[in-house]
């Protein structure tokens, strides 16, 4: 009997382009997917680490005392990482990744849900070093997004609020741009997407390529911030024309949107609205 393998045809007689996969867009130097459940290491119930995508960066550990909880809570039928309000919890690398190249390019794009605010400077993501930065609520008791630069990065020491709209107990992405390839170099700080009211600055100093990634908490880790953690890449992009480190992040926030169901949050002039990368 004759075995037929399955075939599909397009109209056109061209199969769609598969989508995104981060490791095709250069120097990709951290990955950590809650969406997969194999690279997620638990006591119990309870998450002691969170181990990186292949080889970028460092495996991540428990550094408090409180509860992350793993499958809690899905976002479009993927697995999450639920850190529980009210404990002392946050994920944080031993020691130091170089997520930062030499001439400090670096950008970076999360999707997370900030919940039960407490502190202006509870950050979804930090990296600690002599120079760094820290993504903060911007408010005591809301998430209005703010980027906190350390020792002189920036010529201002805050990017921020991005706008007047609260974003706790929702979903976003926020991406952050660190570039020194355009006539002026620059920090940007964008949400969902879209550049803010309050969005950039003058990049004065380059970050330390050498960074201590920390996950739902500040640069000292004493500002915890609770919610819900999807995904992050981290770049150290420094090849290619001016625009790359612009284009690329609208690439990952693209994949992003489009693997954890939350394409609504793009504008609609966004390059990824209505097709995925």
């Known amino acids: 009997m004759a075995l037929f393998t399955p075939m599909t045809y397009w109209a056109d007689g061209t199969p ?7 490791t095709s867009i250069p120097n990709l130097a951290g990955w950590y997917d809650a969406s997969d459940t194999t690279s997620i290491i ?6 002691v680490q969170l181990q990186s995508q292949g080889t970028y960066g460092d495996t991540l550990t428990n550094a408090g005392n409180g ?4 499958g809690y809570h899905t976002l479009n039928g993927l697995n999450t990482l639920t850190f529980v309000a009210g404990t002392n919890v946050y994920l944080e690398n031993p020691s130091t990744d170089v997520l930062v190249s030499n001439f400090g390019q ?3 794009v999360g999707l997370y849900r ?3 605010v407490t502190n202006s400077k509870d950050s979804l993501w930090s990296l600690k070093s002599s120079r760094d930065y820290a993504v903060s609520a911007a408010n005591s008791s809301q998430w209005l997004g703010e980027l906190d630069l350390g020792n002189s990065v920036g010529n201002s020491g805050t990017i921020g609020p991005s706008s007047s709209t609260n974003r706790e107990n929702n979903w976003i992405i926020v991406t952050t741009i660190f570039t020194k390839n355009t006539s002026t170099p620059a920090i940007y700080l964008k949400v969902n997407g879209s550049n803010g009211s309050n969005y950039y600055t003058y990049y004065s100093s380059n970050l330390s ?5 920390r996950i739902m908490a500040n640069r000292n880790g004493n500002k915890k911030q609770a919610g819900r953690f999807a995904e992050l890449l981290m770049f150290k992009n420094d090849c290619g024309p001016t625009t ?4 690329y992040s609208q690439q990952i926030e693209g994949y992003l949107a489009w693997k954890w169901g ?8 966004h390059p990824y609205k209505n097709v995925a990368p």
């Open 16 to 22: 769609p382009t598969p989508p995104l996969n981060p």
């Open 42 to 47: 638990k006591n119990g119930v309870a998450v």
């Open 67 to 70: 509860s992350i909880l793993s």
């Open 106 to 108: 670096h950008f970076a």
């Open 114 to 116: 900030p919940e039960s």
């Open 209 to 213: 390529t050498t960074q201590k990634l």
């Open 244 to 247: 790359n480190s612009f284009l």
């Open 262 to 269: 939350v394409v609504n949050l793009l504008p609609s002039n």
